[in-house]
């Protein structure tokens, strides 16, 4: 009777109305201690001082739906990282001092459900947490062109093919190490073979770093054969029909060392930046920073003259600070960001559709929406963990306004499709890290997974001969001879009497896709 009563209460009232506050001196925990007069609001409140605690709470949902979740907390000595799980799903959350923190948004079963707190980074206490139902879902409102105004054909047709698949299909990847296999075959490479090998369909995104590009290193013949490699690859995948994606471990640019991780690296982007945060263009890091940037360039420049389009991910994972171009905060990293794309077209390179790495809640971290086509996160659940991660999905929606295409840059084991589309958590693309050097990510998904996903019609692979920019390349050049009015053409480049729906016109040398 009293789940009625609520019932009927909660159907007269807005949603933004009604929540529930869950108090810690109720939850069930173990391996930490109650306290009076701590956490946020002063009164009792749970401190948790060892790895392996748990605070366990109890909520009845009137009804199934999306709940956010808030935690009030008190970060001890300094900030700090904790994790929630509702429903086997699984995502951090960070604590600075004492706040009231938006985790995220879950979605809660009707009836019973438990909502466990556990320690990443110790010495923290939780005070409580606050569940609220979800009203009007954000809406996608998402640009079908690409930021780049001057975004080469391949391009555009590449970010159509994402714009227009988004939310219906997930495009499959997977994440290239060791090129001693390459050959210039993409097929052949042995990250590409260990996923045709356990799911009898090659991936139709294909991850490629330029790590050997720049830095101390570069003109070492590994560096440069490891590179040559790659962009070799990153033409063959294109010419399959299969999509190239570019991620940047950026070595050390002050040459100092060849490292990208903040440990090890003497880079910092403020030894490059005036005290009014202009560049401070006459230090030799500067000079440096725009050299790898260029070198970058010259080789997205190659790709496009061979009419190839691409994904370029760069500073990744940056507010993780484990890399040198994250370690000093949001600002100089955001100057840096908007550096490499400004550097970048103005070099002629408009082949690129443009990532942004964000981490859930990376608000200052944002370059800015004209900067970036897609948002997307690294996400590595534990081994054969299928989750859908749908609490980043969501918080990466809220952090772009619905504006961006969302997807999962890097992964271990694969989010199941049925899961992606049951909870409203399809991405983009994802693609798991290696199986060379090690790696052994494709073996963090079963084989029985691996054809599952990669069978399914909403997973896009390889030999479904990806189309929306192909077909733009194979019209016959003598086509764009008839300059005189505007020629329409349908997507087998069959010529139309009128404005397609879907199709390309032609002026001049120049080709476009109609929306």
Not at 244 to 265: I, K, M
Not at 299 to 308: C, S
Not at 388 to 394: G, I, Q, T
Not at 396 to 424: M, Q, Y
Request: proline share 3%; glycine share 8%; hydrophobic share 40%.
């Amino acid at each position: 009777m009293k789940k009625q009563i609520l019932f009927l209460m909660l159907s007269f009232l807005p949603a933004w109305m009604w929540a529930e506050k869950l108090e810690a001196e109720h939850a069930t925990y173990s391996a930490c201690r109650l306290i009076s007069n701590a956490g946020y609001s002063g009164g009792k409140a749970l401190e948790v001082t060892e790895s392996n605690a748990r605070i366990s709470f109890s909520f009845e949902a009137p009804r199934r739906g999306k709940y956010t979740i808030r935690v009030a907390h008190d970060a001890l000595y300094g900030d700090k990282v904790g994790n929630i799980t509702v429903g086997g799903n699984t995502t951090s959350f960070k604590m600075s001092g004492k706040a009231e923190t938006t985790v995220g948004t879950f979605i809660m079963l009707e009836g019973q459900n438990t909502i466990v707190i556990t320690p990443n980074w110790t010495w923290f206490r939780i005070d409580y947490i606050v569940l609220e139902l979800v009203d009007d879902e954000l809406a996608f409102d998402i640009s079908p062109d690409p930021v780049d105004e001057e975004a080469t054909l391949s391009a555009r047709e590449l970010y159509a093919f994402l714009h227009d698949n988004f939310g219906k299909k997930t495009i499959s990847g997977i994440m290239t190490g060791d090129m001693a296999s390459a050959n210039g075959n993409v097929t052949q490479h042995a990250d590409m073979q260990a996923v045709y090998e356990a799911s009898g369909r090659y991936p139709a995104l294909v991850g490629f770093d330029f790590m050997n590009a720049t830095g101390r290193d570069e003109a070492n013949d590994w560096c440069r054969s490891y590179t040559r490699a790659v962009i070799l690859l990153a033409k063959d995948t294109w010419r399959r029909g299969g999509i190239p994606a570019f991620t940047w471990h950026w070595r050390d640019p002050s040459r100092q060392t060849g490292e990208f991780y903040t440990d090890n690296s003497k880079a910092r982007i403020t030894n490059a930046l005036n005290t009014d945060g202009s560049w401070k263009t006459s230090s030799t890091l500067y000079k440096y920073i725009l050299r790898d940037i260029r070198t970058i360039g010259n080789l997205l420049l190659e790709l496009q003259r061979a009419d190839v389009a691409c994904i370029f991910r760069p500073l990744h994972e940056a507010s993780g600070g484990w890399f040198w171009w994250g370690c000093e905060g949001a600002e100089p990293c955001v100057k840096l960001f908007r550096l490499v794309v400004d550097e970048l077209t103005k070099m002629g390179v408009h082949n690129v559709i443009w990532v942004w790495n964000a981490g859930d809640n990376d608000v200052e971290w944002n370059p800015g929406d004209d900067y970036y086509d897609v948002v997307s996160a690294d996400i590595y659940n534990p081994d054969f963990d299928y989750s859908s991660s749908y609490v980043s999905f969501d918080n990466l929606k809220v952090l772009t306004r619905g504006k961006k295409i969302i997807a999962l840059s890097e992964n271990g084991p694969l989010p199941d499709i049925n899961k992606e589309f049951d909870e409203d958590a399809v991405w983009s693309w994802w693609m798991p890290w290696y199986q060379t050097w090690n790696g052994k990510f494709v073996d963090k998904t079963s084989n029985e997974e691996w054809q599952k996903c990669m069978g399914d019609e909403r997973v896009v692979t390889l030999e479904d001969r990806v189309e929306g920019w192909q077909w733009a390349t194979s019209i016959s050049s003598t086509l764009t001879a008839e300059a005189a009015s505007t020629v329409y053409y349908d997507l087998q480049g069959r010529r139309l009497a009128s404005p397609p729906r879907r199709g390309v016109f032609i002026t001049g040398n120049r080709k476009w896709r109609t929306r």
